[in-house]
């Protein structure tokens, strides 16, 4: 059962040069007590996505163009501020990037946790006080009686975002939106983090969205992905099928700029050669088409429908199309020349 | 489906050609100059400022007047019309002629001052930047007790001791103006001296002086430029304020500022001229250097640079 | 914590000394004695002035009399008018300069802080830009002349408030401190507006914001408990720049306005060339600049969490 549809969505932004049209027309769903990640290359619209459910994008210049947004049969896109305002924290919590900037330099952590509690849940302030406490100690912070008094320079980075967790789960939200939690972090304090995420999605069977970069957290942390390039979603689909039947070339030079451990040193990396679409005039074709290997006439020209590959598995390319080519056609074409 | 099949041909990817398109590229001076052109603050106080300085060129050359000379028995106080643009004070003087005779001192001082501070304050604070250590402390806790001295009090004192004129006002304005340029460089030096292209240039064996000036000073000139900006209009301000308190240029010199103070008996009469004209000029200049300099710290902050 | 306040308590006294010694060179260096501009004295009384001044010991010595004397708070006789101390002066002036003065702080200060949030908030739109408008006029039209226009139409010709006397009490006094102080209050009322400005912008950029929002307060708790308290603290920095700016604003005003301030007498005595009255000015304004940066320094540290007082700044 889905808490959370996004159906059509499209957000722009006005700004001087013209219309930046960031998201052009997104769908997913998100079920109860599931992990669903979004990956993709910088730019191309993950966290626009993300503060579009909670109308967070910063408004002028953003805003959201059509879709729906149904949370609970709700029209998030429709609902009155007020309402927004009960959602936001409370229904539906968020974790940032960067702990450092994330949190207010001028207020204690606990100060900071406890507000939400006040807002949302009329708490008296003894009462928050305690549940403040109780949530640094969820997440894993020591000696959190000290603690709720101390200022956010006297957290490290890690402790931050351990803080801002607690202040995103303090009012159990039914889903939580972490955008990039950990890419800002170093990577014994990325895994410690993640665990703690994962571990408290149990006890409490909330929903998460993960937004990020790196694969290796999609396939620790997700049961479902969806990769996103040029303001749209090209693939989505189980994390199976994501990284083992993916059928979006897309999505294959995102495998393969993946280290493996079965890789050799002196293997480079690959990187998918040239620069994302302008989106302030997008392409009218598939978005990736001017970087593709496999780019077809049709696909400069036309967007591509979706194809059921599976009942969990969307992917969005001409090549599914019975007219094109066999991709293995294909690539031994491209290697013989 | 009705896709013809020559569409599902394979073309070559265009990313390649992508590639190819970068920008042209433009030295860091035009740059700044493109993206100034198209700031409205800055250039209104570019525009300001020149049409300014042209009629402090050429303002009181094109009058039939001198600045001092006076007509007591038949010019006294005339409101402005074709014969005296800008009027006449009480003494039979042409305002027009004095207005921009003074936007000559004003540009003067306020130019030759920042001009000073910016001199002793590059040198000062790059030497202790770049020296760093114990000469750098040393150097920086002078400025510290420097910078307790109030600016106006400290001038107003040399002012009443020095022999009275251009020069002096100058000189006063620098004593402790300078200070403010010393911080910021020394700042800047001490940020862009462990950035990787100093590093280079010196494992390489430049001499410590080729490094200051091809690299370090090149790369602190934007938020300089924006300080002297700011410190134009502080150094015209002050010689109008001195002025006015009778400290600053010596009667029959036009000042802004002596101007002003002559003009103050119009609050009980009506010569609305003679306070008008120089207020006006001086608002103008001062409005014209903060507007650029805005407009400068808009275009030359790093932050905002794509 | 005691240790920064010792340091800097004691940079306070060094610059204080420099600050004496500075005028008291400059006063010495001065060719011949402040009584030579006088008409004629008879050799006595010349000599008798001297000695009244200590101008007949030799200047190491007069220098140490001086510095002890300001040890002891005393600034010396008036030359001019000798029957009047310079403590007396200061003391009959101070109150009405103070007064003046504060009342410009405070002015400047609240109404420029509430300015530059408005502005901040409305960025862009038209309540930003009359505000810009107005700071900018501010920052062009120095008090100077700001002031007798205030005098001639507010005072004069709409004759809204009385000029060029002094009442009594508070209350009576206040309706002649109106226009000075807003003349006095208006430049630095631009400064804090375009800066309360820049500095909410700024916050308001921060991503403590976004989390702020994102926990689903609504935007006047955002304001009031995240944004506010972040933007005054470059505010409370330029609160020294701003009390000297004020001060010695209040020279042209006192002037202008005919009040019985310290700024009169001081523009009095520049007039008249009486050293002593503008050495103890000189001096007395300087030690409360001094004072006032210390205090500004120390509330920083008390409202911004991450300046430890004392601990040199880490990163
Ligand atoms: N305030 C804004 N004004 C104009 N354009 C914006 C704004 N915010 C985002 N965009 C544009 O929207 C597009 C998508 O941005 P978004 O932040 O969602 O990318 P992302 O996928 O989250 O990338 P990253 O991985 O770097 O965080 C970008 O092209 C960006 O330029
Ligand atoms: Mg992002």
Redesign the pocket.
Known sequence: MAVLEVHGLH?S?D?YNGE?K??RGVNFSLDKGETLAIV????????????SIVRL??SP??RIKAGEILFDGKDLTQVDKKEMYHIRGSEIGMIF?DPMTSLNPTMTVGKQIMEGLIWHQSYGKVQALQRAVEMLRIVGIPNPEKRVYQYPHQYSGGMRQRAMIAIALACNPRILIA??PTTALDVTIQAQILDLMKDLQEKTETSIIL?T?DLGVVAEMAQRVAV?YG?TIVETGGVEDIFHRSRHPYTWGLMKSLPRMDQKQEDELESIPGS?PD?LSPPQGCPFADRCPYAMQICHEEMPEQTKVSDSHQVFCWLEHPAAPKVNDLKVNILSK | MGIPAHKFQRVERKAEQYEAIRRPSVSYWQDVWRRLRSNWLGMTGLIIISLLVLMAVIGPWISDYTYYEQNLLEEKNLEPSSEHWFGTDDLGRDVFTRTWYGARISLIIGIAAAMIDLFIGVLYGGIAGYKGGRTDEVMMRIVDVLWGLPYLLVVILLLVVLEPGITTIIIALTVTGWLNMARLVRGQVLQLKNQEYVLAARTLGANTKWIMFKHLIPNTMGPILVLLTFSIPQAIFAEAFLSFLGLGVQAPIASWGTMVDDALVVILSDEWWRLFFPSFFLGLTLLGFNALGDGLRDVLDPKMRK | MLRYVGGRLLLLLITLWLISTMTFVLMHSIPGDPFTSEKKLPEQTLKALKAKYNLDKPLPQQYLLYIKNLATGDLGISIKTPNRTVNEMLEDGFPVSARLGLQAIVIASLAGIVMGMIAAVRQNRPADMILMFIAVLGISIPSFVLGPLLQKYFGLKWELFPLAQWGDGFWGEFKFTVLPSIALAFTPLALVTRLMRSSMLDVLGNDYIRTAQAKGLPPLRVLTRHTLRNAIIPVVTIMGPLVVGILTGSFVIEKIFSIPGIGKYFVESISTRDFSVIMGVTIFYSGLLILMNFFVDLVYGLIDPRIKLGEKEAG
């Open positions: 957000v932004f700004t930046v960031a998201v993709g290359e910088s730019g191309s619209g993950k966290s626009v996505t993300a503060q994008i910063p210049p953003g990037q955008d990039e937004i970069h996103m303001g994302p989106l």
